[in-house]
């Protein structure tokens, strides 16, 4: 979760007094009612400041300055999701001495509920109805400060997984490449001439003249193992020439 109220923003709620206008019998039939919330209000009662608003609208349905004194409790029990819901019925209300306050302080209750675009809509419909607004504005000015970093932030966070997918997708290319070495390397060390039969008519050389064949030196070796005096050796002829005898 992002966090909230780093920027500064003018998060203290404004009253409307409660005063007698066209609607003076409503306000009259609602009034100590409201006189009895504000009371309680100004002394950090804020659960009770609320009973008593309500008894007020019981009262006086139809007034907006008790609905929006009731956001206020709302607001400052924390309760913001109440808040926004008086706030917004006191607006449908209709009554320009509270309009611009009832939007400043609706925009405060949706920024405590983290609904930033919806806050801002809020103070720049406040700063419409009341240009002088100077909370308004400032609040306004810090709520786009914050959307304009949420969204550097998302950016940045997008940013930042394209470039781990894309050097996941390197890494697994190079994977599968050294598979496919490995495989050929493999396949290759099969083919190995060394390991191949002799083809036909590659079979054992021919002796050089003067030398045994191999089954000519077995047959040799085994005579001699048998008995050495049987072997039949040549006898080496005489060198020279016997002379001739004259007749």
């Known amino acids: 979760m992002k966090a909230r109220h780093r920027l500064g923003l003018c998060l203290c709620i404004a009253f409307v007094p409660l005063v007698a206008g066209a609607s003076s019998l409503e306000a009259q039939a609602g009034r100590a009612q409201v ?32 609905r929006f004194n009731d956001g206020n409790a709302l607001y400052r029990g924390e309760d913001y999701q109440r808040a926004i819901d008086a706030y917004q019925r006191a607006i449908e209300t209709g009554d320009p001495g509270l309009e611009s306050a009832a939007w400043y302080n609706l925009g405060n209750a949706l920024y405590r ?5 919806e806050s801002l809509e809020a103070f720049k419909q406040s700063l419409r109805l009341d240009p ?15 959307l304009q970093q949420e969204q550097d932030q998302d950016q940045q966070q997008e940013d930042q997984q ?34 191949e039969e002799p083809e036909e008519g590659q079979g054992t050389p021919e002796p050089e003249p003067g030398q045994l064949t191999p089954d000519e030196a077995e047959r040799l070796l085994d005579a001699i193992d048998e008995n050495p005096e049987d ?17």
């Open 35 to 66: 006189r009895d919330g504000n009371r309680l209000f100004e002394e950090g009662r804020f659960q009770e400041a609320h009973e008593k608003y309500l008894e007020g609208m019981v009262a006086a349905p139809e007034s907006g300055v008790v």
């Open 231 to 247: 072997v039949n050796r040549r006898r080496a002829p005489a060198a020279g020439r016997q002379p001739r005898r004259p007749w």
């Open 132 to 146: 002088a607004n100077t909370d308004a504005k400032h609040n306004l000015e810090r709520v786009l400060q914050e």
């Open 162 to 195: 394209q470039d781990q997918d894309q050097q996941q997708d390197q890494d697994q290319q190079q994977q599968d490449d050294q598979e496919q070495q490995d495989e050929q390397d493999q396949q290759q060390d099969q083919q190995d001439p060394q390991d």
């Open 113 to 117: 509920q983290q609904q930033l675009q």
